[in-house]
């Protein structure tokens, strides 16, 4: 089973006035989607309100089949949106407008198995409110010997100003199997401006980790150890740059599924297995730069 685990609010896109489109999104849920609609099974651990917009997410989510028991409801509150404008580039800018109670929970921690894959991340996974929750999940699934999959998804350097923010980002870092980081995600944790440094300071910090580097238009790098392999972007005509580095995650995790690694496989990896990881992530990508949409609209 594959679990996915993030923040779940729905995505209002404007490229201008006349031209607005509404989507369900965040990171995790839209990775979730497109795994589901690859066929595969998975299970979206959330919170939503009990609103009329919380009930389009859910009834989304349930039409594409992803497993929606372990998303917290509660009683009396709004579900939180996302306005994304997007530049010339198809590059959005973001203003979220959050709707969360008080007291917060995530759902009761399920048996998680050896085959088992957990993705998460996002400033969500570092959310001070829902810490010691995400923290259950996370170690559950590595006690467990599944794979912890962690993108940071980080967009703004003043996300990072606080130090308890920054000390669960590294922890982040540190227990997963597989790291996938943007440029634009390095350049806000690191301060610099430099692949081969980013590559290296992920790899000082987890070296254990199967670290694969997104680049935008440029296209995307694999470290794994002493390995680094690369692969340039596909050339489309860019709808929408939203949801490309989720469907990234859906095409890397489609592949690791696919080609049944787990945890005690990531060693034995090959330059050959890393290209092929890196192949179905971009391709994946690509499909969703081309559509308005969040997530693939079929099955590749």
């Not at 922890?171 to 692949?195: H, M, P, R, Y």
């Not at 980013?198 to 980790?209: F, G, M, Q, R, V």
Request: hydrophobic share 45%; with cysteine.
């Amino acid at each position: 089973m594959i679990y996915t685990l993030g923040e779940s609010l729905l995505d209002i896109i404007f490229t201008d006035m006349d031209h607005v489109v509404a989507r369900p999104g965040g990171s995790m849920l839209n990775t979730a989607i497109s795994l589901a609609r690859m066929n595969h099974k998975v299970a979206h651990i959330s919170e939503l309100g009990d609103n009329k917009v919380a009930m389009m997410v859910t009834r989304f989510l349930n039409e594409n089949q992803v497993d929606t028991s372990l998303i917290t409801c509660y009683a009396r509150s709004n579900t939180s949106l996302a306005l994304a404008v997007l530049d010339d580039k198809k590059v959005p800018a973001y203003q979220f407008v959050k709707a969360y109670p008080e007291r917060r929970f995530l759902a009761e921690v399920p048996a998680y198995h050896p085959s088992d894959l957990l993705l998460f991340g996002s400033m969500y996974a570092a959310t001070a409110e829902i810490r010691m929750d995400l923290k259950r999940h996370v170690l559950a699934v590595k006690k467990a010997g599944g794979l912890l999959v962690y993108d940071p998804n980080i967009r703004q350097k003043h996300h990072l100003d606080n130090s308890d923010t920054v000390e669960a980002v590294m922890e982040n870092l540190k227990w997963a199997t597989v790291i996938k980081a943007s440029d634009e995600d390095c350049a806000q944790i690191f301060g610099v401006n430099d692949q081969e440094t980013y590559l290296d300071k992920l790899t000082e910090i987890n070296p254990n980790a199967l670290i694969f580097l997104t680049l935008g238009a440029k296209g995307a790098m694999c470290r794994l150890q002493n390995k680094t392999v690369s692969m340039e972007a596909i050339k489309i005509e860019v709808v929408s740059t939203i949801g490309a580095g989720d469907a990234f995650n859906a095409g890397l995790i489609a592949e690791l599924i696919n080609q049944k690694i787990s945890t005690k496989d990531i060693f034995t990896l090959s330059e050959k297995n890393l290209l092929q990881l890196l192949r179905s992530a971009i391709k994946t990508a690509t499909v969703v730069c081309a559509t308005y949409d969040n997530y693939i609209s079929r099955s590749l």
